[in-house]
């Protein structure tokens, strides 16, 4: 089955900086790789998402990079804002139709 | 977009009780949801795929007698913990694809139990 691996586990950032956060996948018929966004307490919320067949996407501070070569994608965070404070957690769907997730990234962004 | 409801969001019960955890689509249907347990600080457990009209599909390590699953209808699943322990206090949060089995998951709120 799939495998996925996140990286890091916690990442603290100050406020206007950048954050990356990484995961690698293990099956290759994987096909789509969202990014969930969970505060403490809440329901995980899809953030952004991409597909195989393109290999980047980006909604306004929010971009996702693909690459189906070397199997990994990252999550990329410009500007970062207190609000954006949360764990992140990417994930993988090959060919079994379930989501695998990653181990998460607490993102901490200090005013 | 596709809403998931799930309730309770918090439940408190005595040792050897039982607890029901209702999931609900509630404006598409869902032939499959997914059932997970969350540590504090950790990541999303997937304890069993819920299908309706057939048995779940449970992880390996998650006892299915424990973790009772049913898929009543195809707007509905529900987790019963059967003669809930105090290690069984956790985070439980479903989730259903919104398009088919390769789009987006909408998650539920999530439900707190706390067993005393």
């Known amino acids: 089955g799939e495998n996925v691996e996140q990286h890091p586990s916690t990442l603290s950032v100050q406020e206007g900086d950048s954050a990356v956060i990484k995961c690698t996948y293990s099956d290759s018929a994987s096909n789509y790789f969202p990014w969930y966004k969970q505060e403490l307490g809440k329901r995980p919320q899809l953030i952004i998402d991409i597909r195989s067949n393109v290999g980047e996407k980006k909604d306004q501070r929010i971009a996702v990079t693909l690459n189906k070569t070397a199997k990994h994608f990252s999550l990329h965070i410009t500007e970062t804002q207190p609000e954006d404070s949360a764990v992140y957690f990417c994930?993988?769907?090959?060919?079994?139709?379930?989501?695998?997730f990653g181990r998460g990234t607490s993102l901490i962004v200090h005013p | 977009g596709a809403v998931v409801s799930q309730h309770p969001s918090r439940v408190i019960c005595k040792s050897g009780t039982s607890v029901k955890i209702e999931c609900r689509s509630l404006d598409f249907q869902a032939t499959t949801m997914f059932w997970y347990r969350q540590f504090p600080k950790k990541s999303l457990m997937l304890m069993a795929t819920?299908?309706?009209?057939?048995?779940?599909?449970?992880e390996q390590g998650v006892e299915k007698d424990k973790f009772l699953i049913n898929h009543a209808s195809l707007t509905l699943s529900t987790l019963t913990v059967t003669s809930a322990h105090p290690e069984d206090s956790s985070f439980y949060i479903c989730?259903?694809?919104?398009?088919?089995?390769?789009?987006?998951?909408?998650f539920g709120e999530g439900s707190r139990l706390t067993v005393l």
């Open positions: 989730s259903a694809p919104g398009r088919g089995l390769s789009g987006e998951l909408f």
């Open positions: 994930a993988g769907l090959g060919g079994s139709y379930i989501p695998t």
């Open positions: 819920s299908n309706e009209g057939s048995k779940a599909t449970y």
